[in-house]
């Protein structure tokens, strides 16, 4: 069975400091990889692609990549109210863009 | 900015009764999904649609369920005799690209109560 996991509780970090999100999959093929915000009873949002080794920046946004030990992350920086949501892994495992979602982290920011 | 829109966004049937769910993808796109996602749990595949056949299913896309373009923008999800399990949040996605760059954009949803 292809999973993606993501196994940290609820975070809580305070307005402006850095969240730290992981996610690990098991299929060692997989080629692309996304980060989706979730906001409660909302749809998935696009907000990171990656499909290389190493990192990758989008304002305040910054999603790593390491295909060897099949972890994928991602960091926010300076975080707002508003960022705080479910943060949903997503790994496309056959090309086909069927992908395979993680159960999400939520994050809180406190103000 | 182009978006995909679902219809209903929230729909009450009684177990037994057929529903169909509506999408109007983006419009350049190529590719469309159906996806679901019961309280609490994860975002599930159910099905792509390509060229105006399906590309692929996952093992929750039985028979109960099916799938159509009827004209050049709806894309429809039908589930016939609905059941109790069947009660979740259906989201349509539609792409321009395949594979390896592909990247979804999800509608808002529409919420299916089973009763």
């Known amino acids: 069975q292809k999973e993606v996991e993501q196994n940290s509780g609820p975070l809580s970090v305070p307005e402006g400091a850095i969240a730290s999100l992981n996610c690990t999959y098991s299929?060692?093929?997989?080629?692309?990889f996304f980060w989706y915000r979730q906001y409660s009873g909302k749809s998935p949002e696009l907000i990171m692609s990656?499909?290389?080794?190493g990192d990758k920046e989008d304002g305040r946004f910054t999603a790593q990549l390491n295909k060897a030990s099949q972890y994928v992350s991602l960091l926010i920086r300076d975080s707002q109210p508003s960022d705080s949501a479910t943060y949903l892994c997503?790994?496309?495992?056959?090309?086909?863009?069927?992908?395979?979602f993680g159960k999400g982290n939520q994050v809180v920011v406190i103000p | 900015e182009p978006e995909v829109t679902q219809t209903p966004s929230h729909q009450v049937t009684q177990m037994g009764q057929e529903v169909i769910l509506r999408c109007v993808p983006i419009?350049?796109?190529?590719?469309f999904y159906w996806y679901r996602q019961i309280l609490g749990q994860k975002v599930e595949f159910l099905v792509s649609f390509y060229n105006n056949e399906i590309s692929e299913k996952s093992e929750i896309f039985d028979d109960q369920f099916s799938v159509e373009r009827p004209d050049g923008s709806n894309f429809t999800l039908k589930i016939r005799s609905t059941k109790l399990e069947d009660s979740a949040m259906y989201f349509c996605?539609?792409?321009?690209?395949?594979?390896?760059?592909?990247?979804?954009?999800f509608g808002e949803g529409s919420r299916l109560t089973v009763l």
């Open positions: 419009s350049n796109h190529l590719y």
């Open positions: 996605a539609s792409s321009e690209w395949k594979g390896r760059t592909g990247e979804l954009f």
């Open positions: 990656i499909y290389s080794n």
């Open positions: 997503a790994v496309n495992m056959d090309g086909n863009n069927r992908l395979a």
């Open positions: 299929d060692r093929v997989s080629q692309s």
